[in-house]
């Protein structure tokens, strides 16, 4: 049995186990630690039974024993506390230029304090994103690093080896930037991935209440989806969801209660977009889309008293299905356009020099939002590293070009019938207002001034010279 592993990988949940037993298939030696030790039994005793290249201890001092130099330790831990517990443990036991990598999905702010923390007293912390749920980690995920740059060398290998490829054998793991950037592309993938089912349930609900179609016959529908422009992981998925049978031979679909969980990265998007003043709209409307889910008794009582318009079934079924599908295109690259909106500002605030198509890359395999046109994407940086916007790429622009009259009419539809769509809506009603050379804030900044006087620019001076009215005076003058 060897005594210098490769690594370390503390936290033998689903995730960590998957991640070791990927490491082991890739080459190489890990040590498997979890502060319950039955786990780590149970973890050799099962899944890792018979592998030599899996190595289970029993405490700090006995993983940091057993390590290469430098010394790569992961944690695959829950987010928070325990981080800095394990931290603190590991502190006085680690040398030099040792590595701690935090695969969890940690708050960007921590992983940023964390790398300053640990610099200063000669620890290389890497804050790295992992997507791809139970199976990437298994059979390759995406994998996102960012943190103390100086890592990178001695980790690239490793997690290059285990990460999903691209079908060029491109690995789906490049270091992202500085400090906490690993695990804010992350937070961003799963804002996007939180749009992403939003629009995808959406669009069911459509078909279901005003189509009348059965769950079968809309799998039938995303399961056709996916061998065209909508083909990703989400839509494949969905497909596969809604044809699926309890054992009575009814559709599961129909017996899941209408609560959507969420465990935080998706409201930490919303949060890090208000700080930062971008307007991630349909990601946020997703977000608030499950919190108003979890008012299910609420939903009950005012379905039996507050009113909207009698349900019109449409009478032009297969058009409005097409309707529905490239609305759901156009609103899902504007889900994307806002995802990379919010990179490119906190890239620029916290000067992380993020590549923007390699983010594209990294997610084109292995994890959850993984779609054809992440492929357009990194064509878009690729020919403008500085673009805007996606939005004003020219893929983009044709496919809503093409798409956004379905789009209306699909909203249209919706609102007539009382049929609730938050997150394609705030996709439009986005996509309007960016292409709008004018908007009514002018009106909003007179009502600022009068109130508050917080000073105003005007359209016949130049921009950086403020303006204050005494408009109460002005009103008793006249």
Known sequence: MPDNADLAVIGLAVMGQNLILNMSDTGFTVLAHNRTTSKIDDFLQGPAAQRDSIIGVYSLEELVSKLKSPRIIMFMVKAGPVVDEYVEKLLPLLSDGDIIIDGGNANFNDTIRRESYLKERGIKFVGMGISGGEEGARKGPSIMPGGNREAWPCIKEIYQKISAKTTDNTPCCEWVGESGSGHFVKMVHNGIEYGDMQLIGEAYHLMKSLLGMSPSEIGDVFAVWNRGELKSYLVEITAKVLLFKDDDGTPMIDKILDITGQKGTGKWTGISSLD?????????????????????DDRVVASKVLTGPDVAPVVKKEEFISDIGRALLAAKLVSYAQGFMLLQLASKEYDWHVDFG?????????????????????????????????????????????????????????????????????????????????????????????????????????????????????????
Not at 277 to 283: A, E, F, K, R
Request: negative net charge; charged residues 25%; contains cysteine.
């Open 276 to 296: 930062l003043g971008v307007p991630v709209t349909l990601i946020a409307e997703a977000v608030y889309a499950r919190s108003l889910s979890s008012f299910k």
């Open 358 to 478: 390699t983010i594209a890359l990294l997610w084109r395999e292995g994890c959850i939002i993984r779609s054809t046109f992440l492929n357009k994407i990194k064509e878009a940086y690729d020919r403008e590293p500085h673009l805007r916007s996606l939005l004003l790429d020219d893929y983009f622009k044709e496919v809503i070009t093409n798409n956004h009259s379905a789009w209306r009419r699909v909203i249209s539809a919706s609102v007539e019938n009382g049929i609730p769509i938050p997150a394609l809506s705030s996709g439009l009603a986005f996509y309007d207002g960016y292409r709008s050379e004018y908007l009514p804030a002018n009106l909003l900044q007179a009502q600022r001034d009068y109130f508050g006087a917080h000073t105003f620019e005007r359209v016949d001076k130049p921009r950086g010279e403020f303006f204050h009215i005494n408009w109460m005076q002005k009103e008793e003058d006249e």
